[in-house]
């Protein structure tokens, strides 16, 4: 049975493929290549993240996957199309979606750092600073629909 646009499973492999604006100019060359060491360098982040408890996964996926999109095709399909990064990708592509399991992860490892930065003697101001900061973003985490 082949699926269409409107049945609420499909999913496009490239969601930005029809767009409402003119056609984008093609990059020069020099941009195309700095977007792509970029994306590179960002997926290389996110893929550290994966292992690394504190270092973000979600947002350099995210970066590496729009600039792949404005230099490199086959990278960005790569992305879309992984079995850690797709869904991920998909999710925020319809509507800013997160996980529950990302919103916990992302909790507890923030928590834990935050537990660190006050219990290893860091500067009061800047546990303070952190902790204030990991907090809004763990708000605005949580207010963010979930697929």
Same mark, same amino acid.
């Given at each position: ?8 499973? $499909? =999913?496009?492999?490239?969601? $930005?493929? &029809?767009?409402?604006?003119?056609? %984008? ?8 290549? %700095? ?12 893929? #550290?993240?994966? #292992?690394?408890? /504190? ?5 350099? #996926? ?5 600039? &792949?999109?404005? *230099? ?13 990064? /797709? ?11 997160? *996980? ?6 992302? &909790? #507890? ?6 537990? =660190? ?8 101001? =800047?546990?303070? +600073? ?8 763990? +708000? ?8």
């Amino acid at each position: 049975m082949a699926t269409t646009p409107r049945d609420p499973d $499909h =999913v496009d492999a490239n969601p $930005h493929a &029809a767009t409402d604006g003119p056609p %984008l100019r093609p990059l020069p060359w020099p941009v195309r290549w %700095l977007l792509l060491a970029f994306a590179v360098l960002c997926l290389v982040m996110g893929i #550290i993240g994966v #292992i690394v408890p /504190g270092l973000p996964t979600t947002v350099f #996926i995210l970066m590496a996957a729009w600039a &792949a999109a404005r *230099s490199s095709p086959r990278l960005y399909q790569w992305l879309w199309n992984h079995r850690l990064f /797709g869904p991920l990708l998909r999710n925020w592509a319809q509507g800013g979606k997160v *996980s529950r399991r990302a919103k916990w992860s992302a &909790a #507890i490892f923030m928590t834990a750092s935050a537990a =660190v930065l006050w219990m290893g003697g860091a500067r009061t101001w =800047v546990a303070a +600073v952190a902790s204030a900061c990991m907090a809004c973003v763990l +708000v605005w985490l949580w207010l963010r629909p979930e697929p």
